[in-house]
């Protein structure tokens, strides 16, 4: 059983920025594939980013945040990361993490675990 565990949200103005992380307990963190999801209200879970443990390039990003947001790990400390810069009005949403056991990215239908969310806010 894997417990996450999101912090980091908050409210900012546009064009700020935040780094969510995603506390992993259990052992094996290193083996699972990792991503982080976003729900806003009234709207689908959808995907943002995600990252692997194995593969040149490991991470695969949403099309609407590449080039503001990136996702890194943290083995040592089975932490998960998001910096989020630029950030937008549409932005705002609940962030959830996802474990996946093996190297896929998580998916929607395709995910171990869930973390229970942090609220991100971007308001002026």
């Known amino acids: 059983q894997v417990q996450l565990i999101e912090s980091g949200g908050g409210s900012v103005q546009p064009g700020g920025s935040l780094r969510l992380s995603c506390a992993a307990s259990?052992?094996?963190?290193?083996?699972?594939?990792m991503g982080w999801f976003r729900q806003a209200p009234g709207k689908e879970r959808e995907f943002v980013a995600g990252?692997?443990?194995?593969?040149?390039?490991?991470?695969k990003y949403a099309d609407s945040v590449k080039g503001r947001f990136t996702i890194s790990r943290d083995n040592a400390k089975n932490t998960l990361y998001l910096q989020m810069n630029s950030l937008k009005p549409e932005d705002t949403a609940a962030y959830y993490c996802?474990?996946?056991?093996?190297?896929?990215?998580?998916?929607?239908?395709?995910?171990?675990?869930w973390g229970q969310g942090t609220q991100v806010t971007i308001t002026s």
């Open positions: 996802a474990a996946r056991v093996g190297w896929d990215f998580p998916t929607l239908d395709r995910t171990d675990y």
């Open positions: 990252i692997s443990w194995i593969g040149s390039d490991p991470t």
């Open positions: 259990g052992r094996d963190f290193s083996s699972y594939a």
